[in-house]
């Protein structure tokens, strides 16, 4: 029976892509936005990372007395969370309307203001990098950090959003080269996880896509997607591969570590392994409410309570992350320090069951078409579209917990961009330096792509067989 549920979750990741593939064409949804970087990651750390040890009824870390009856529940549960999320993401419950509300920008930049900026923002982003590390105030340390990563992100973003429409273009692919360099040195230095790596990558993606990919047709779209998706991927996979036994790490330490120890495939296997986040959330199923108490929906009151420093809040409640290792008495481990990602699943679980799991669904697809009807609203203005896009890392990671951490990091992190962003557009503007396009739902004649980051008219037209549109409401 358990290889039988494994094969299942096997299915259901395959059909989450198909799922991407077809609204991307139907002109539903765009291919790169929120809610598939959300799901890209519950594929990873909710339903891959749980076929082996369903398969063999086997993990290293935890050891469950039923395998057939928790995975069972796990995939109905897993189910139950994509139907509720969808089904919330689609009808949006206020989330379209509040969107709406958002003081945004539908300026568009020259493509001499775009390389300025890109610069700009690299050096912004080291600064607050260095100031965050140089100056360990609580609170406002953290939020430097998270910022400057973002600020990374959308230089990354910027440099894309000039090179899309021009790949072959060597000043332009040089350019980008450099400022991918430098803020990914930046983020890396002295990090240990990898969703500031991630978000790079993500972001350079994201700003190619809005520039010009999403004018394509879905088959030319998705070729240049998948290749220029290389680069990031083997140095995360090498990244990946060199993490386990190391912490924090500078500059140096990481590019001696990447030339010499580094192992692309291991790399591989250990990203689809998604850290054991599926047997951690079994685990907690049939744990959660026999031998521990629910903590009724704690990740949403961890959320709000993540601001306020323990310092200062002496009781502040723990997150469940911090709890697994001693819960489950995983061997080889200092329970102390070891934090684990229990996934959304495993949130659910441990926090009220069934009825944590709708919530946790449904506020799921509010956050996520929240943010995604920002850039649905104003989808040629990098000034709107990047900054939701500079914190991808963490959205991917959402769905492996601790998810309120995730959630927090996104949200301080893109506010911080966002309301940069909207401010140096207006600024812009009035300049001269960049132009206001039509929001929502305005048919953009084609010659208005061409000096404005989208490339060459012509191009455009043959694409897309006429004139580009925004995506539908």
Excluded at 112 to 130: D, M, N, Q, S, Y
Excluded at 408 to 428: E, H, I, S
């Amino acid at each position: 029976m358990t290889k039988m549920i494994a094969v299942y979750l096997v299915l259901l990741g395959l059909v989450l892509p198909l799922i991407m593939l077809y609204q991307s064409w139907r002109r539903q949804h765009e291919l790169l936005c929120l809610r598939n970087f959300a799901l890209l990651g519950f594929m990873i750390f909710q339903l891959f990372s749980g076929v082996m040890p369903l398969w063999l009824e086997w993990n290293n870390r935890y050891r469950l007395q039923d395998w057939e009856s928790a995975g069972i529940q796990y995939a109905a549960m897993a189910t139950v969370f994509l139907i509720v999320l969808f089904i919330a993401y689609e009808l949006g419950f206020g989330a379209k309307a509040l969107a709406r509300v958002v003081p945004a920008v539908s300026t568009v930049p020259n493509l001499p203001t775009i390389l300025i900026l890109a610069v700009a923002f690299t050096a912004c982003g080291v600064f607050l990098k260095l100031f965050s590390v140089a100056v360990p105030i609580p609170v406002v340390s953290p939020t430097a950090s998270k910022v400057a990563a973002a600020f990374a992100a959308i230089a990354c973003g910027l440099a894309a959003w000039a090179w899309a429409p021009r790949l072959l273009n060597v000043g332009y692919a040089s350019f980008a080269s450099v400022i991918v360099v430098v803020n990914l040195a930046s983020v890396m230095d002295g990090a240990f996880g990898r969703r500031n790596l991630v978000a790079l990558g993500a972001c350079f993606l994201w700003g190619m896509y809005y520039s010009h990919w999403r004018h394509l047709p879905l088959r030319a779209m998705f070729v240049r997607l998948a290749v220029m998706s290389i680069p990031p991927l083997i140095l995360l996979a090498a990244f990946t591969s060199i993490r386990a036994s190391q912490q924090r790490l500078d500059l140096q330490q990481y590019a001696t570590m990447l030339r010499a120890d580094s192992d692309i495939r291991s790399g591989v296997t250990d990203l689809m392994a998604g850290q054991n986040t599926a047997p951690g959330s079994m685990w907690l199923i049939e744990n959660y409410p026999e031998r521990y108490e629910y903590r009724h929906l704690m990740t949403i009151r961890y959320f709000f309570s993540l601001p306020v420093p323990r310092m200062i809040w002496r009781d502040k409640p723990m997150p469940l992350s911090t709890q697994i290792a001693t819960q489950a008495r995983i061997k080889g481990v200092s329970w102390d320090v070891l934090k684990i990602g229990p996934g959304i699943i495993g949130h659910a679980a441990a926090e009220g069951g069934w009825y944590a799991l709708i919530v946790y669904g449904i506020i799921g697809g509010f956050f996520l078409r929240f943010f995604d009807q920002i850039v649905r609203l104003h989808p040629m203005s990098p000034f709107v579209v990047l900054p939701v896009g500079s914190a991808l890392g963490q959205i991917v990671g959402i769905t492996r917990g601790e998810t309120s951490a995730f959630a927090m990091n996104y949200v301080v992190g893109v506010v911080g961009a966002y309301a940069a962003m909207v401010l140096l557009g207006k600024f812009l503007a009035m300049l001269g330096w960049a132009r206001e396009e039509e929001p929502l739902g305005y048919e953009v004649p084609v010659s208005e792509y061409s000096d404005y980051g989208a490339g060459d008219a012509n191009e455009i037209a043959d694409a897309s067989g006429g004139v580009p549109s925004p995506a539908s409401s």
